[in-house]
T-cell receptor, first 117, second 118 residues
């Protein structure tokens, strides 16, 4: 079974400061991990994904995420936050077990990022 | 590339009427489309998975007769909310997987449809 947790409902950060949005996951096999961003009354936009390879994944709008297998985490980060980064962020995981498995990812409940001027 | 559109973007209807929402992949063929429902400040709830040319697979607790899904072509899926009631008011989002890279690729999401039932 696959599951994903975003432990923070809301993250507040001042503009120019680094930001981190946390995500942990649970899978039986290997994970495919995704981050999406949602602006008010809009659909989700893809930010980045981890499939294999380098643990540090770089994505859109200056975001990056680090895959940590031992801690089963995939935290989203940005070195310097912008007010325009304020949005709802979703982490998603898809389990790739040795046999069978679903190709449908599970989404976290979302974390609201608020960047203060 | 990989653009998904939804129509309408918002709709207001009277209780008891039916509403159809269209989801189109504009520049790719989608073997599979997904329909989600999202309540305010909550995550996406997968309602059903729609495969072109076959019946949709509904998640547990989702009424098939109330939420009719048709995936008539590789670029179009429709969700019809039949006999809508105020509790059906929500934000409905579709997504699609590209036929060419369906092994592990991310889903491409539509902009969503805000349904308000009076």
């Amino acid at each position: 079974a696959q599951s994903v947790a975003q432990p923070e409902d809301q993250v507040n950060v001042a503009e120019g400061n680094p930001l981190t949005v946390k995500c942990t996951y649970s899978v039986s096999g290997n994970p495919y991990l995704f981050w999406y961003v949602q602006y008010p009354n809009r659909g989700l936009q893809f930010l980045l994904k981890y499939i294999t390879g380098d643990n540090l994944v770089k994505g859109s709008y200056g975001f990056e995420a680090e895959f940590n297998k031992s801690q089963t985490s995939f935290h989203l980060k940005k070195p310097s936050a912008l007010v325009s980064d304020s949005a709802l962020y979703f982490c998603a995981v898809r389990d790739i077990p040795l046999t069978g498995g679903s190709y449908i990812p599970t989404f976290g409940r979302g974390t609201s990022l608020i960047v203060h001027p | 590339g990989a653009v998904v559109s939804q129509h309408p973007s918002w709709v207001i209807c009277k209780s008891g009427t039916s509403v159809k929402i269209e989801c189109r992949s504009l520049d790719f063929q989608a073997t599979t489309m997904f329909w989600y429902r999202q309540f305010p400040k909550q995550s996406l709830m997968l309602m059903a998975t729609s495969n072109e040319g076959s019946k949709a697979t509904y998640e547990q607790g989702v009424e098939k007769d109330k939420f009719l899904i048709n995936h008539a072509s590789l670029t179009l899926s429709t969700l019809t909310v039949t006999s809508a009631h105020p509790e059906d008011s929500s934000f409905y989002i579709c997504s699609a997987r590209d036929r060419r890279t369906s092994g592990y690729n991310e889903q491409f999401f539509g902009p969503g449809t805000r349904l308000t039932v009076l």
